[in-house]
């Protein structure tokens, strides 16, 4: 039997996603072959289709330079089949011979014989003129973002925030995690090879496998990125107090929460990623209640004293992990979550008891999906109140430019925030209390 093919199988997953709209990670899951490979095939794979992602305007004007007429519709795959071999060449470090022959060893097995010398000329005349020309401008960069999202982050955040936004995207995130106990910082940076961050989070450069790092078995840690794990630090001393965790997968915050020592109720209208969610907190020897329900119906045997809603979204503050999001996503995209933001925001109101906190969090950098949704709420209701975030609260924000703290007192984080770091995810955070 013919040994499964790194490359073949990066074609097949560039495939899924540009061609088939699928998410990245649904691809990987679902991929035939991925899973044959050795692990450091898988890492080739995984880092190779990312890179083509993360890079795709630039590879994509560089591919038509390059043509006296453009692809038909129908050579897909042989477009495909360059944009992995320019990723290599420009962007990987892969040697020229490597990254050209496996391009047109590809639109060979892919029956596009009578191609292979287009895309060997391309790919030669690229190595031939300097891959790094790719890479050389920022007007060549904003390529790598569509229009409809730079011209809402120019709108939102200014030219230049906007410029250090998709910056922070091209590169590939380091690895944060959340400890159970936040005092060891100290004992397990080390073992991790980690720096701990401001934020308190540790960041590890390096890989491996997560489920070979130290302290996984024993439940010392879970994956988190850093912006993430800010919005369960929002309601104090949590001890004893009945706190429900809306759209609560994959339970990273339920875990927070958990630890924290909060009586939660996980909640989440997926079956199958609230099984995760059980495997988490069984490795992390943490408990909730469990709850498979629509958020937007559920109704607590109790009303709640604190309720987190990390409310579905576009996701776009997530894009320097998922850079296929920038490509899958779509204004109306934003305009749908919005609509069911507004409506988890009425329901979790619901469920909270007078006095009690709510914090609102999305992971998306379009303010429809953050400030919008929190201004319409407090206009359309009366009895709750905004309550300011201050640094006191979240130190390891201080001095962050642009400001982490907004004059409203919520939280904004930016991909280009912690930029020399590794970055940080995007996200909008916000607390409320019921009156």
């Given at each position: 039997m013919t040994e499964p093919d790194s490359r073949s199988t990066a074609l097949d997953l560039l495939e899924s996603v540009l061609d088939h709209g699928l998410p990245l990670d649904t691809a990987l899951v679902r991929s035939a072959t991925l899973a044959k490979l050795s692990l450091r095939d898988r890492a080739f794979v995984r880092l190779l289709v990312a890179t083509v992602l993360r890079r795709l305007g630039q590879i994509d004007a560089a591919i038509d330079d390059k043509l006296s007429r453009p692809l038909a519709k129908r050579q897909i795959q042989v477009r495909n089949a360059l944009r992995l071999g320019i990723a290599q060449l420009a962007f990987l470090e892969t040697p020229a011979h490597a990254a050209v022959d496996g391009s047109v060893n590809l639109v060979r097995q892919n029956k596009r014989a009578g191609m292979a010398g287009l895309v060997n000329a391309v790919l030669r005349g690229i190595d031939r003129d300097g891959a790094e020309a790719l890479t050389s401008t920022q007007e060549a960069e904003q390529r790598n973002t569509p229009d409809w999202l730079r011209r809402s982050w120019d709108t939102a955040y200014g030219?230049?925030?906007?410029?250090?936004?998709?910056?922070?995207?091209?590169?590939?995130?380091?690895?944060?995690?959340?400890?159970?106990?936040?005092?060891?910082?100290?004992?397990?940076?080390?073992?991790?090879?980690?720096?701990?961050?401001?934020?308190?989070?540790?960041?590890?450069?390096?890989?491996?496998?997560?489920?070979?790092?130290?302290?996984?078995?024993?439940?010392?840690?879970?994956?988190?990125?850093?912006?993430?794990?800010?919005?369960?630090?929002?309601?104090?001393?949590?001890?004893?107090?009945?706190?429900?965790?809306?759209?609560?997968?994959?339970?990273?915050?339920?875990?927070?929460?958990?630890?924290?020592?909060?009586?939660?109720?996980?909640?989440?209208?997926?079956?199958?990623?609230?099984?995760?969610?059980?495997?988490?907190?069984?490795?992390?020897?943490?408990?909730?209640?469990?709850?498979?329900?629509?958020?937007?119906?559920?109704?607590?045997?109790?009303?709640a004293d604190a309720l987190l809603l990390d409310a579905p979204c576009s996701s776009t503050g997530t894009i320097r992990r998922h850079p296929d999001i920038a490509w899958l996503k779509t204004p109306d995209d934003v305009a749908a979550a919005a609509k069911l933001q507004a409506r988890l925001l009425n329901a979790a109101l619901s469920m909270l008891a007078p006095g009690g906190t709510l914090v609102y969090a999305v992971c998306s950098l379009q303010p429809e999906e953050g400030p919008a949704q929190i201004d319409a709420l407090l206009e359309a209701t009366a009895d709750i109140a905004r309550v300011p975030v201050t640094s006191d609260e979240l130190p390891g924000l201080d001095g962050l430019s642009p400001a982490a703290i907004t004059p409203d007192g919520d939280v904004r984080t930016l991909p280009c925030h912690f930029a020399a770091s590794g970055g940080i995810d995007g996200f909008y955070i916000a607390r409320l209390q019921r009156r």
């Open positions: 030219g230049d925030t906007a410029n250090a936004i998709m910056a922070a995207h091209r590169a590939e995130p380091p690895l944060d995690f959340t400890l159970a106990h936040p005092d060891q910082a100290g004992i397990w940076a080390p073992r991790l090879d980690a720096e701990i961050l401001p934020t308190g989070s540790l960041r590890r450069r390096t890989g491996g496998l997560v489920s070979e790092l130290p302290g996984y078995a024993e439940g010392a840690w879970w994956v988190q990125d850093a912006a993430a794990a800010l919005p369960a630090r929002l309601f104090g001393n949590l001890s004893g107090r009945r706190v429900i965790d809306l759209c609560a997968a994959p339970g990273g915050k339920t875990a927070q929460l958990a630890a924290a020592g909060a009586i939660v109720t996980a909640v989440d209208f997926s079956a199958e990623r609230l099984r995760l969610v059980t495997e988490n907190m069984e490795r992390l020897g943490l408990g909730a209640e469990i709850v498979c329900a629509d958020a937007t119906k559920f109704t607590p045997a109790t009303p």
